[in-house]
């Protein structure tokens, strides 16, 4: 079974700064990662998504996250953040082969982006 | 416009009552999913159906239900044996399971009083 960590539950940044929001996942076979963010009382959106390939990953809204397979973590970063940015993210994770395995969430990192 | 829609949007109700919560999606989907959010939780997948006419339980389906008799609809009842029914409800789609990409609706927010 996968797991997920999302080592800081909250993130606070100053517009216009970089920021770093962690992801380390746990599995015994190859995986899928994702980001997604959720916006205040609403749905999740599909930020980024690694599936095969080039392990640098870019998303929308300026978003890139990279996978190190060696490490086991997929980290999103954005080299500066808008007020807009202050949203739940989560990462989540799934066994690239096929199955009756789910996609995993981890707990979630809020960010908020002060001016 | 496509995507899937959640109704209500809140919803209170007594404890001991069951209640449904309706999720619809146009978009020709053929996964759908329920999810339960509570905070610092994440979220946790309650049921989901690969195909209409098919559903199956997800981590956490003690005290819920759900059916899958329509491709575009797939209603939850959360039950009088879910012993802390109060949480955010995300229902979500994906064109065929494991599509790589689950879309989300806006979800409703169950409190029982």
């Known amino acids: 079974a996968q797991s997920v960590t999302q080592l800081d539950s909250q993130v606070p940044v100053f517009e216009e700064a970089p920021v770093e929001l962690r992801c380390n996942y746990s599995s015994s076979v190859s995986v899928y990662l994702f980001w997604y963010v959720q916006y205040p009382n609403q749905g999740l959106q599909l930020l980024l998504k690694?599936?095969?390939?080039?392990?640098l990953v870019k998303g929308i809204n300026g978003f890139e996250a990279e996978f190190n397979k060696s490490q086991t973590s997929f980290h999103l970063r954005k080299p500066s953040v808008h007020i807009s940015d202050t949203a739940e993210y989560f990462c989540a994770v799934e066994p690239s082969q096929g199955g009756s395995e789910k996609l995993v969430f981890g707990k979630g990192t809020k960010l908020t982006v002060n001016p | 416009d496509g995507g899937i829609t959640q109704s209500p949007k809140y919803l209170f109700r007594k404890e001991g009552q069951n209640v449904t919560l309706s999720c619809e999606q146009n978009?020709?989907?053929?996964?759908m999913y329920w999810y339960r959010q509570d905070p610092g939780q994440g979220l946790r997948l309650i049921y989901y159906?690969?195909?209409?006419?098919?559903?199956q339980k997800g981590d956490i389906a003690e005290g819920y239900s759900v059916s899958r008799e329509k491709k575009e609809s797939f209603p939850l009842t959360v039950t009088s044996a879910q012993k802390n029914p109060t949480a955010f409800y995300l229902c979500a789609s994906s064109i065929f399971w494991r599509a790589n990409e689950q879309f989300f609706g806006p979800g409703t927010r169950l409190t029982v009083l």
């Open positions: 690694y599936l095969s390939g080039s392990t």
């Open positions: 159906s690969q195909i209409v006419n098919d559903f």
């Open positions: 978009l020709n989907h053929d996964a």
